[in-house]
C-alpha cells in the first residue's frame, strides 16, 4: 500500500541552522511527492512538489529531491529564521490511487533566536 | 472566494449529538475533499467530490459520517451520533486540475471536541 515515514520530531534549531526533515515513502504506483506546511492557528499550505524522480521542488528556500533509488523526498533549508517555526507534512499521491493524498504524521519545528 | 472557508472554526458537542461541518470552497475548484486529522497525526483522506458527484467515500469510517455537495460547490459533513473517537479536526481542501499536479488548497479545518 502507499505511505509516509517521517522523522520524528519536536525539532528545535537555533536561527541561522540547517534544516533536514527526513521523509521516505513506499507506494504501489507513480507517486507524486509534496511538503505541506501549517502554521499555528492556521489550515496546510503547499510548500513545495515534485511529481517525478530526480524533480527537486522549491519555495522559500526549502528544497527537496526526489530520490526513486531511495523512495526519499527529504526537506531541506540552509538558514531558518523563526518563521519558519510550524509543523511540516510529507505527503504523496500515487497514480494508483487518483486524488487521495497520503500524509506523513508530521514534524514540529521551533526556531529559537 | 479568496481561499477555502469552514465552519464553524470550533464545535462542541455532546455525545450522541449530530453536527454539521461546511466547506466553501474556492470559487470554480471544481475537486473538493475531506480529511480528518487527529491530535499529533497527519490527515487522513475521509471523502473526494467532483463537482456534486461523490466519487470516493472509502475513507468515511462508518455509516454515521455523510457527506454532500448538491450544487458542485459549498459541501456539508455531517456526524450523527457522535462519539468522542470523532474528536478531531476536520479538514476541506479543494483543487481545479490534477491534483498530483498542483496540489491541493487547505481550509483552516473545524476542531470537533465530543464531551
Known amino acids: 500500500g502507499n505511505s509516509v515515514t517521517q522523522m520524528e520530531g519536536p525539532v528545535t534549531l537555533s536561527e541561522e541552522a540547517f534544516l533536514t526533515i527526513n521523509c521516505t515513502y513506499t507506494?504501489?504506483?507513480?507517486?507524486?511527492l509534496f511538503w505541506y506546511v501549517q502554521y499555528p492557528g492556521e489550515g496546510l499550505q503547499l510548500l513545495l512538489k515534485a511529481t517525478k524522480a530526480d524533480d527537486k521542488g522549491s519555495n522559500k528556500g526549502f528544497e527537496a529531491t526526489y530520490r526513486k533509488e531511495t523512495t526519499s523526498f527529504h526537506l531541506e533549508k540552509g538558514s531558518v529564521q523563526v518563521s519558519d517555526s510550524a509543523v511540516y507534512f510529507c505527503a504523496l499521491s500515487d497514480s494508483n490511487t487518483g486524488n487521495q493524498f497520503y500524509f506523513g504524521t508530521g514534524t514540529s519545528l521551533t526556531v529559537i533566536p | 472566494g479568496a481561499g477555502v472557508s469552514q465552519s464553524p472554526r470550533y464545535k462542541v458537542a455532546k455525545r450522541g449529538q449530530d453536527v454539521a461541518l461546511r466547506c466553501d470552497p474556492i470559487s470554480g475548484h471544481v475537486s473538493l475533499f475531506w480529511y480528518q486529522q487527529a491530535l499529533g497525526q497527519g490527515p487522513e483522506f475521509l471523502t473526494y467530490?467532483?463537482?456534486?458527484?461523490?466519487?470516493?467515500k472509502s475513507g468515511l469510517p462508518s455509516d454515521r459520517f455523510f457527506a454532500e455537495r448538491p450544487e458542485g460547490s459549498v459541501s456539508t459533513l455531517k456526524i450523527q451520533r457522535t462519539q468522542q473517537e470523532d474528536s478531531a479536526v476536520y479538514l476541506c481542501a479543494s483543487s481545479w486540475g490534477e491534483v498530483r499536479v498542483y496540489g491541493y488548497t487547505f481550509g483552516s479545518g473545524t476542531r470537533l471536541t465530543v464531551v
Open positions: 467530490f467532483q463537482n456534486e458527484a461523490q466519487l470516493d
Open positions: 507506494a504501489t504506483g507513480y507517486p507524486s
